[in-house]
Nanobody, 115 residues
């Protein structure tokens, strides 16, 4: 079975940091493009960060550039999102996504940035 399981979400104060991880099983992780998306209450889903299979090309939303870093470890079938200098507007459910010829989604993990 295909599984993408996010972890690391929670409540954090503005200016704090969190590291999200997505553990993958059931498909050839190393050849897939991996992404993090997020959806805030009342808002459309948006791309946060993307990393290609080679681990070089990356894409970030303008709102997170300089604060978030996406990385992957193909040997461990994981993709991570290091989030620093968090802001209240970062509050959202964060979803792990894998895409090549097929596309898979995780169930999401909630990040709440609040005092």
């Amino acid at each position: 079975q295909v599984q993408l399981v996010e972890s690391g979400g929670g409540l954090v104060q503005p200016g704090g940091s969190l590291r999200l991880s997505c553990t993958v099983s059931g498909f050839s992780f190393s050849i897939y493009t991996m992404s993090w998306y997020r959806q805030a209450p009342g808002k459309e889903r948006e791309l946060v960060a993307m990393i290609h299979n080679a681990g070089g090309p990356t894409t970030y939303a303008d709102s997170v550039k300089g604060r978030f870093t996406i990385s992957r470890d193909n040997a461990k079938n994981t993709v991570s999102l290091q989030m620093n200098s968090l802001k209240p507007e970062d509050t959202a459910v964060y979803y792990c996504n894998a895409r090549r010829f097929l596309e898979y989604w995780g169930k999401g993990t909630l990040v709440t940035v609040s005092s």
